[in-house]
């Protein structure tokens, strides 16, 4: 049995509008760690948000090649779906925050950049 790992504080549910916001301390515990993000997935699954939005503003995250090729694959292997909707709002969309985004795409996920946290939600929405 896996004990979950991130904390109330490290998302938010807007029930309203059927978002999962990830915040900063579980983004950054998800790139490093397969089983937070299998926490995350069970969360989506749990309370059946099908959009997910990943605030990284404030966040200095290096992808590497390798963790970028092999997000598809975690999140395939962790079930994720390709019909959940997931926007990561990011401070300034860096060519490394582009990468990942348009390598997750191309395996057929629903993703997308944003620097407007409005905007997001309201791709999220649409």
Same mark, same amino acid.
């Given at each position: 049995?896996?004990?979950?790992?991130?904390?109330?504080?490290?998302?938010?549910?807007?029930?309203? #509008?059927?978002?999962? /916001? %990830?915040?900063?301390?579980?983004?950054? @515990?998800?790139?490093? $760690?397969?089983?937070?993000?299998? =926490?995350?997935?069970?969360?989506?699954?749990?309370? #059946?948000?099908?959009? /997910? %939005?990943?605030?990284?503003?404030?966040? @200095?995250?290096?992808? $590497?090649?390798?963790?970028?090729? =092999?997000?598809?694959?975690?999140?395939?292997k962790i079930?994720?779906?390709?019909?959940?909707?997931?926007?990561?709002?990011?401070?300034?969309?860096?060519d490394d925050?582009?990468?990942?985004?348009?390598?997750?795409?191309?395996?057929?996920?629903?993703?997308?950049?944003?620097?407007?946290?409005?905007?997001?939600?309201?791709?999220?929405?649409?």
């Amino acid at each position: 049995m896996c004990m979950m790992q991130i904390k109330i504080d490290e998302f938010e549910f807007l029930e309203d #509008k059927n978002i999962l /916001v %990830l915040k900063s301390p579980a983004i950054y @515990k998800s790139q490093n $760690s397969i089983e937070v993000l299998k =926490e995350i997935m069970d969360l989506i699954v749990k309370y #059946k948000y099908p959009n /997910v %939005l990943g605030d990284f503003r404030g966040l @200095k995250i290096k992808y $590497s090649l390798i963790s970028t090729t =092999e997000k598809p694959k975690q999140w395939k292997k962790i079930g994720m779906s390709r019909n959940i909707k997931v926007g990561a709002v990011f401070d300034k969309i860096e060519d490394d925050n582009m990468m990942r985004i348009n390598t997750l795409f191309s395996h057929g996920f629903k993703v997308s950049a944003f620097t407007d946290y409005d905007k997001a939600i309201n791709w999220l929405l649409e």
